[in-house]
């Protein structure tokens, strides 16, 4: 094993931090997707990044607080986390017996660092990212169980939200420290935060914009990460969940995501707004509660006046801003990157239909959307039980009846930043796991456990207080 810095700052915060630290650590540590705490040669030099070293320590403090029962509660049937740890161990199993099973009976684009480097078309085989996507496969089930019992103790809800609002300003503040390098040759200092080993895509231009790539290695990762939080945000704003902080911050995400140049970015943007609209539109003919627009509908009104007078006074922009969009998004897939992903597509519906929909094995194909890495990895039972996980998230978060509004608003945000988060790994996703923060906004969108611990009423306070 080969430490970093990262090592000595996520075993500080382990040793030291408690349960609502804990939260706020976990989810500072996801900002930091392209760094390694530490390589691991034996792998091929693969990372372990700090969000992953933090689990053990998590873990140990979500037991000692909360309790075993209290952990294995989360997993009980038919709660969401019972639907993820079959898949867990369905993938698990897979990547441990298909590739053997199977061997050779596909060709399928994947990556070995024990053997080659990059993406490279090769037969099924044992391949070392079996190994490390199953591990990172469980660490998403420890982080969800761990953040879901947290949760479930009174006062912590609003704590996970105070982490997220702090994740998405550190987001903003590294993309604005990105542009800053890029546009006015200041030294680069997040070159020391990419350490992972990744192959790193910073800078470029398209359509005469710099891509923003974060703490990230590319584009299209930040724009993956920052959606989901542009979604926490812009629902805690318009819930009124503290607006003046959660509307800046939207608004800043929403810009560096419109700068970032990532198709991800743009198309994840249009299809999570109509999903959204159309939700607001069928609760609308349903009789329910309309929706609210007021200082919304003012800025929009006024950014699309503005932009009527610009184009008027200058109409050249109109050719470059369609060529712009052209290029990122209708040119996509013309593109040697749209060329090479598509084929990655192709070959892992290959893969899927030449295993007979039983997969490949977790970690062997790679694919440039969500729902053919599933396919072609975990096969058809795979599938359906990750679908089972998402449905008993947004089924269970809705029916159930939170303690307080403010948690209401943070479940209800959760599940749009979910809700987000799929929508760009559908679009640009190679591989299995979506990263520790995905978890984490599950085990906040998830029903609580039935026995969860009530807030203290008024009166029991009151009678507290006077004792």
């Keep these: 094993m080969q430490p970093t810095p990262f090592a000595l700052i996520v075993l500080l915060a ?9 939260l706020r650590a976990l989810m500072l540590c996801c900002l930091f997707g392209a760094s390694a705490a530490i390589a691991l040669p034996a792998l091929g030099g693969a990372p372990l990044t700090p969000a ?54 596909t060709m399928l684009f994947g990556t070995d660092r024990t053997q080659m480097g990059g993406v490279r078309l090769l037969p099924l085989q044992p391949l070392s990212t079996n190994l490390t996507q199953s591990a990172y496969a469980i660490a998403g089930l420890l982080g969800f169980v761990c953040v879901r019992a947290l949760l479930d103790a ?7 939200r105070d982490a997220v609002l702090l994740l998405a300003a550190l987001n903003i503040a590294a993309g604005v420290l990105n542009l800053a390098e890029l546009h006015l040759g200041l030294p680069s200092l997040l070159q020391y935060v990419r350490n992972a080993g990744y192959a790193i895509l910073v800078g470029g231009e398209v359509g005469g914009l710099q891509r923003v790539s974060g703490t990230f290695p590319e584009a299209s990762a930040f724009a993956a990460f920052s959606l989901p939080l542009l979604a926490f945000t812009a629902s805690l704003w318009r819930d009124g969940v503290r607006p003046h902080c959660s509307g800046a911050l939207s608004l800043g995400l929403l810009l560096l995501l419109l700068m970032s140049t990532s198709s991800t970015a743009y198309a994840g943007l249009a299809i999570y707004a109509a999903l959204i ?83 490949t094995g977790l970690g062997s194909a790679r694919a440039s ?64 796991d979506l990263g520790l923060a995905f978890y984490a906004f599950a085990a906040a969108a998830a029903a609580p456990s039935p026995w969860r611990e009530p807030l203290p009423s008024r009166r029991t306070g009151a009678r507290h207080a006077a004792a």
């Excluded at 382990?14 to 804990?22: A, E, S, T, V």
């Excluded at 997993?75 to 993820?84: D, E, H, I, K, T």
């Excluded at 009174?154 to 996970?160: D, E």
């Design 154 to 160: 009174p006062g912590r809800t609003a704590k996970l």
């Design 369 to 432: 959307s969500y729902p053919l890495v599933l396919l072609s990895n975990v096969g058809v039972l795979g599938s359906a039980l990750f679908a089972a996980f998402v449905l008993r998230l947004f089924l269970d978060g809705r029916t159930t009846a939170l303690a307080a509004p403010d948690d209401a608003a943070v479940a209800q945000a959760a599940r749009r930043a979910v809700l987000a988060a799929l929508i760009a790994a559908t679009i640009s996703a190679v591989v299995f």
């Design 277 to 359: 609209g159309v939700g607001a539109a069928l609760r609308l003919l349903r009789g329910g509660q309309a929706p609210r627009f007021g200082t919304l509908s003012l800025l929009l009104w006024a950014l699309a006046v503005g932009a009527c007078l610009l184009l008027l006074l200058r109409p050249d922009l109109v050719a470059r801003i369609v060529d712009f969009f052209g290029v990122t998004l209708l040119r996509k897939l013309e593109s040697s990157s749209g060329l090479e992903r598509g084929s990655w597509n192709l070959q892992a519906w290959y893969n899927f239909v030449d295993v007979y929909g039983i997969g």
């Design 52 to 105: 992953v070293m933090l689990l053990p320590f998590l873990c140990v403090r979500t037991v000692s607080e909360r309790g075993l029962s209290a952990c294995l509660a989360p997993l009980a049937y038919p709660q969401a986390g019972f639907w993820l740890l079959l898949l867990v161990v369905w993938g698990v199993f897979s990547a441990a017996f298909l590739p053997r099973f199977f061997a050779g009976d």
């Design 14 to 22: 382990g040793l030291f931090c408690k349960g609502d630290q804990m």
